[in-house]
């Protein structure tokens, strides 16, 4: 398993929860990591990313409650959200983008999927 995402639950409007994803690949691999969100009936969205140089990226929906931080040194990313809404409710996907280089010269190029992780933001 190379992406462990967990934190997820239940949460009244309103609340927070914050989201972890761990990935088992090598810090110098990971180039950005993301977190997606697919909601029932709709296409899963970009809500969050941040590169490994810490740049971050948000949905508008999303600006202002939602941070994305990182940990390099536990090749974590995370994801706070504050002040949630009944339409945050969605399976929360973690992403990882990565790139890694054999000692033979051959690169590998790729991204990484999380489980998901339920959230559920009742009103």
């Known amino acids: 398993v190379q992406l462990q995402a967990s934190g997820g639950g239940l949460v009244q409007a309103g609340g927070s929860l914050r989201l972890s994803c761990a990935s088992s690949r090598s810090v110098s691999s990971i180039r950005a990591m993301d977190w997606y969100r697919q909601a029932p009936g709709k296409q899963r969205e970009l809500v969050a990313a941040i590169t490994n140089g810490g740049s971050t990226n948000y949905a508008d929906s999303v600006k202002g409650r939602f941070t994305i931080s990182r940990d390099n040194a536990k090749n974590t990313v995370y994801l706070q959200m504050n002040s949630l809404k009944p339409e945050d409710t969605a399976v929360y996907y973690c992403?990882?983008?990565?790139?890694?280089?054999?000692?033979?010269?051959?690169?590998?190029?790729?991204?990484?999927w999380g489980q998901g992780t339920l959230v559920t933001v009742s009103s």
């Open positions: 992403s990882a983008d990565y790139v890694e280089h054999s000692p033979d010269g051959t690169v590998v190029a790729g991204r990484d």
